[in-house]
T-cell receptor
Framework: TAGITQAPTSQILAAGRSMTLRCTQD?????MYWYRQDLGLGLRLIHY???????GKGEVPDGYSVSRANTDDFPLTLASAVPSQTSVYFC???????????FGPGTRLTVL | AQSVAQPEDQVNVAEGNPLTVKCTYS??????LFWYVQYPNRGLQFLLK????DNLVKGSYGFEAEFNKSQTSFHLKKPSALVSDSALYFC????????????WGAGTKLIIKP
């Protein structure tokens, strides 16, 4: 079982460009999450989805959008990247909201 | 406001000695508490959780955690540390005021010296 996969592993992006970070889970979990991890700031929730077809804003949603068209996929889109979005991005899922989350390997994004 | 605190940025332990990584929380209602480990350049891995039942919870890799309601703590412990336990450890608590999302501690770097 793969669990959660994320793509790409890393990316260097020019400021102003758009990009979609992909996340797929094969555990049939209802809830999915996007976090960013920055040194000194810990994990911060960007967006979440409690079930397919619904999404919600986390702590730092500005500049990011998500969609949840089906159970397995939860892409994160940066419409116009800025250098402050340089970070490591983690996707996670849980059977339902409020339970233990399982994390993907992360995407390291650098915006120049 | 609901919160979780990891008061130590770093914990240093000699190999073979017991280790403790501290976590305290503040939530309304009954807490759901979690511990995760992150190795360098990796995603977080779930270690253990407390939802209800016995205050001593056993998890992966020989780790355990003790839920203490009166002290609002959920410290992570291991009787004998291994060098391979060196990693970043995160405590989290479910936030019932924020759509049941998890509130994360800032993380504690655990260094086990040979």
């Amino acid at each position: 079982t793969a669990g959660i996969t994320q793509a790409p592993t890393s990316q260097i992006l020019a400021a102003g460009r758009s990009m979609t970070l992909r996340c797929t889970q094969d555990m049939r979990h209802n809830a999915m999450y996007w976090y960013r991890q920055d040194l000194g700031l810990g994990l911060r929730l960007i967006h979440y989805s409690n079930t397919a077809g619904t999404t919600g804003k986390g702590e730092v949603p500005d500049g990011y959008s998500v969609s949840r068209a089906n159970t397995d996929d939860f892409p994160l889109t940066l419409a116009s990247a800025v250098p402050s979005q340089t970070s490591v991005y983690f996707c996670a899922s849980s059977h339902s909201r409020g339970l233990e989350q399982f994390f993907g390997p992360g995407t390291r994004l650098t915006v120049l | 406001a609901q919160s979780v605190a990891q008061p130590e940025d770093q914990v240093n332990v000699a190999e073979g000695n017991p280790l403790t990584v501290k976590c305290t929380y503040s939530v309304s209602g009954n807490p759901y508490l979690f511990w995760y480990v992150q190795y360098p350049n990796r995603g977080l891995q779930f270690l253990l959780k407390y939802i209800t039942g016995d205050n001593l919870v056993k998890g992966s890799y020989g780790f355990e955690a003790e839920f203490n309601k009166s002290q609002t703590s959920f410290h992570l412990k291991k009787p004998s540390a291994l060098v391979s336990d060196s990693a970043l450890y995160f405590c989290a608590v479910r936030d019932m005021d924020s759509n049941y999302q998890l509130i994360w501690g800032a993380g504690t770097k655990l260094i086990i010296k040979p």
